[in-house]
């Protein structure tokens, strides 16, 4: 949890901003505006009705396109870089002892942003999604959320599947996927042990900075 202290762009007070962490997406925590002044916004906002939407749509992409994806987007990484990873949330199998595996990975060209998720254990299973911008009047779907300012790409066109070779399609699912794991004990599901942490953050990305330098001490070398 990070607390900043910031200037109200209008109202010129200083006031703590909540930068991370629970409580952080309250709609009057604002980095610009303080919280009577973002009050204040929101009320006026209030009256004027939403026209856009986000939505999702499942779409039938193969798994395999969006391995094939990934390892495109790293191989393109500039090793020198800074390298960041969205988080997302991922449901986890008491049962079985298998969280799944949730994340983003960019299309090609003008093709879009595809969102997927799966169990490890089944990754040919995966489902995609695209996140799309309805028309709230005529709840139709109108074109990928996205920046779009000059809304140039309208309509949803699907991506161009390449071809993969039976052999290149086995080696990415078989890549991605983790057996279930023989031993697991579900009478034990209410025991989340550091280790499960530890695996969830391979499988899902999910990784923070802040746990990273937990238990870190700095020495400061003094006697
Ligand atoms: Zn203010």
Redesign the pocket.
């Known amino acids: 949890m990070r607390h900043c202290t910031v200037r109200?762009q209008?109202?010129d007070?200083n006031y703590s901003y909540q930068a991370s962490g629970e409580g952080c997406h309250e709609p009057t925590n604002d980095k610009d505006?303080?919280p009577?002044?973002k009050q204040a916004i929101i009320d006026a906002l209030a009256k004027i009705p939403k026209k856009f939407g986000k939505s999702t749509m499942k779409i039938g992409v193969p798994p395999e396109y969006i391995f094939h994806l990934k390892e495109k987007r790293e191989a393109e990484k500039d090793p020198k870089g800074l390298h960041m990873k969205r988080v997302f949330a991922c449901l986890y199998d008491w049962e079985n002892g298998e969280h799944e595996v949730v994340g983003d990975v960019n299309g090609d060209g003008n093709t879009p942003h595809f969102f997927y998720h799966y169990w490890p254990s089944e990754p040919e299973e995966m489902s995609v999604t695209l996140e799309v911008e309805k028309d709230l009047k005529t709840n139709e779907v109108i074109g990928y959320w996205g920046n779009d300012v000059n809304q140039q790409i309208r309509g949803i066109t699907l991506p161009e599947i390449p071809e993969f070779s039976e052999e290149e399609r086995t080696r990415l699912i078989e890549l991605h996927r983790v057996p279930l794991d023989p031993n697991y004990d579900p009478e034990k599901k209410n025991t989340f042990t550091t280790e499960m942490r530890d695996d969830l953050s391979k499988f899902s990305g999910l990784y923070y900075l802040d746990y990273k330098y937990d238990d870190k001490k700095i020495d400061t070398n003094d006697e």
């Open positions: 109200c209008h109202c007070i505006y303080c009577e002044c």
